[in-house]
């Protein structure tokens, strides 16, 4: 498992190696923490999930945004949405056709609630790209 770390430019430690794709992940920095359920969060899912081979980071994002969206998880969109723009994953376009796509296997009301939320997302992401560029 470390050389999959490494092939994707993270350090060797699973909390360094976990902490740094909640990073990436998030878009955002992102301290170390206390208690057993952050450290398994940061160790397990983030070193060890997040960066095993056969998926991309934009693979998982997708998956991700599917899962959440088909649950209603919108509070978990306004983070996962955000960082895909910022991180380049996925365009205002494919977005938009993900909240398309997805309406017809999650039902319409979340999905319309999902195509508005993905709107104002790019909106925001746009607005911020255009004052900071």
């Known amino acids: 498992m ?39 969060t940061v160790e397990h899912l983030f070193g060890d999930i997040w960066t095993r081979p056969g998926l991309s980071m934009r693979d998982r994002r997708l998956l991700l945004v599917g899962v959440l969206a ?15 723009l910022a991180n380049g994953e996925l365009s205002p376009d494919e977005l938009r056709e993900i909240g398309v796509f997805l309406t017809h296997y999650i039902g319409w009301p979340l999905g319309s609630k999902l195509s508005v939320q993905i709107d104002t997302l790019i909106a925001r992401h746009e607005k911020h790209a255009r004052r900071d560029g």
């Open 70 to 84: 088909g649950q209603g998880l919108n509070d978990v969109l306004d983070i996962q949405i955000p960082a895909a």
């Open 2 to 40: 470390e050389g999959a770390a490494s092939e994707v430019g993270l350090p060797e430690g699973r909390r360094e190696r976990g902490l740094e794709m909640m990073r990436r992940v998030y878009g955002w920095e992102v301290s170390d923490g206390p208690g057993d359920f952050f450290g398994i």
